[in-house]
C-alpha cells in the first residue's frame, strides 16, 4: 500500500524558515514516481500547487507566488522528498500536501489529477 506522510509543519514569523518532509512508502520514489509535487489550502481557499518536480529528470515548477522563496527536493535514500520554505509570508499560512503521480498524464504540474497519492497534510502558520 502506498502512503505518503507529512512532517514538519508548524508555526514560524514571517521571514522565518521551515522545511516540510513527505516520506513515501510502497514506492521507491526514483523509480516508481514520475512526479511529486506539493500543494497548499488556505482557509476559505481551493487547493493550489505550490511546487513540482519530475522525478526521472529533475525539472522542477514553481507558483510565481513562491518563485525565489520555495525549493522542492528529493533524498532518493530516505524515500523523501521536502519542500524547503524561505522568507515566508502570512499568506503563506495554509495545510501543505504532498502528493505523487506514477502515471503518465498530459496535465499541467498544477492540476491535481495529475496525482493519484496524497499526504495527510501538515499545518503552515506565519505570522506577521
Known amino acids: 500500500q502506498v502512503q505518503l506522510v507529512e512532517s514538519g509543519g508548524g508555526s514560524v514569523q514571517a521571514g522565518g524558515s521551515l522545511r516540510l518532509s513527505c516520506k513515501a512508502s510502497?514506492?521507491?520514489?526514483?523509480?516508481?514516481?514520475?512526479?511529486m509535487a506539493w500543494f497548499r489550502q488556505a482557509p476559505g481557499k481551493e487547493r493550489e500547487g505550490v511546487a513540482a518536480?519530475?522525478?526521472?529528470?529533475?525539472?522542477?515548477f514553481y507558483a510565481d507566488s513562491v518563485k525565489g522563496r520555495f525549493a522542492i527536493s528529493q533524498d532518493n535514500s530516505k524515500n523523501t522528498f521536502y519542500l524547503q520554505i524561505n522568507s515566508a509570508k502570512p499568506e503563506d499560512t495554509g495545510t501543505y500536501y504532498c502528493?505523487?503521480?506514477?502515471?503518465?498524464?498530459?496535465?499541467?504540474?498544477?492540476?491535481?489529477?495529475?496525482?493519484?497519492?496524497w499526504g495527510q497534510g501538515t499545518q503552515v502558520t506565519v505570522s506577521s
Open positions: 510502497g514506492y521507491m520514489i526514483r523509480y516508481n514516481y514520475n512526479h
Open positions: 518536480t519530475y522525478t526521472q529528470t529533475g525539472y522542477t
Open positions: 502528493a505523487a503521480g506514477d502515471t503518465p498524464s498530459t496535465a499541467t504540474w498544477y492540476s491535481e489529477s495529475r496525482y493519484n497519492y
